[in-house]
């Protein structure tokens, strides 16, 4: 599968995790949400790749300890946001985060064009896309913002354990952390959610595809794909999230709002084209190491 194909599965199986996750919020709020969607996962992950820690570097630990917290800090906040906020809504802001990450890494004019037609689309998008109008809850907002810096640290360090471990043992101890770190808050929630009738199966179904699937398929596309292209393709999420709140929880957009999906769009197709010309130009892609790799 293509790296492009890759990211597209990526946003829509994270997507539906996140419309299956607000069924859990009644059953264990927002925190205890994300700690069994993180949980579920990092065992599911740590059973089936079995990474071999005892062999593992301290750059290795590291790496993943700091993709792990990137993985808490970001679910968290996002989970907390669309609690407050529509799911479209909470990612077209939360995306301003790999945005500004893809412009700041962007070295050619055209991209910074793309991510300049994205961004319009982004806003328009996020502030006509609530369903049932008023202003945005604030908090929600300034949680999807916080989401969104994570994200951008996500896709860095998520980039950085690609690059020095092998295969997906670091994103198994990299979740397995993230989850660790939400224990002392959502503990209380995580086991009355699972007390309650069918809640490990949602908890389950939420990691499934909210976590393991788009984590996996992420980590493959980041060894394939420079990150500003990577954050420019993310575009999708906010046009991918809108249908799926549509689809699965009655979110309506606005007709000003589905101007904003066009626009994003255009723009992710625009970014697209240009990663090909960018591999061709690159001939066998030498030059483009230093584009993944930490600043310092």
């Not at 907390?80 to 995306?95: M, N």
């Not at 998520?158 to 471990?165: L, Q």
């Not at 908890?203 to 596309?221: D, H, K, N, R």
Request: net charge positive; with cysteine.
């Amino acid at each position: 599968m293509g790296p492009v194909l890759l990211v597209i599965g990526s946003c829509t199986s994270l997507q539906v995790g996140a419309a299956l996750a607000v069924h859990l919020f009644a059953l264990g709020g927002s925190t205890g949400t994300t700690l069994l969607r993180l949980g579920f996962a990092a065992l599911v992950l740590l059973v089936v790749v079995r990474p071999r820690v005892r062999r593992w570097t301290g750059l290795q630990w590291r790496a993943a300890a700091a993709l792990g917290l990137s993985l808490g800090a970001m679910n968290g906040c996002f989970y907390a946001a669309i609690s407050r906020i529509d799911l479209g809504t909470a990612v077209t802001v939360e995306f301003l985060g790999p945005l500004t990450l893809s412009a700041v890494l962007s070295r050619r004019a055209r991209e910074l064009l793309w991510v300049a037609l994205a961004l319009v689309g982004v806003v328009v998008l996020g502030v006509t896309g609530e369903h049932h109008g008023g202003s945005l809850d604030p908090t929600g907002v300034l949680l999807a913002l916080a989401a969104g810096a994570f994200w951008a640290a996500y896709i860095m360090t998520s980039a950085r354990v690609g690059e020095v471990v092998p295969g997906h043992g670091g994103l198994a101890v990299a979740t397995a952390v993230g989850a660790l770190l939400l224990v002392p808050l959502g503990a209380g929630g995580a086991l009355q959610a699972l007390s309650a009738p069918g809640g490990p199966w949602l908890a389950f179904g939420t990691a499934l595809l909210a976590s393991v699937v788009p984590y996996s398929l992420e980590l493959a596309a980041l060894r394939r794909l420079p990150q500003r292209t990577f954050g420019v393709l993310l575009s999708l999420e906010p046009v991918i999230a809108s249908l799926a709140g549509w689809a699965l929880l009655g979110q309506r957009m606005t007709p000003l709002g589905g101007v904003g999906v066009a626009l994003v769009v255009l723009a992710s197709a625009g970014a697209t084209a240009t990663t090909g010309r960018s591999r061709r130009d690159d001939g066998d892609g030498r030059g483009r190491v230093d584009l993944t790799a930490p600043a310092g």
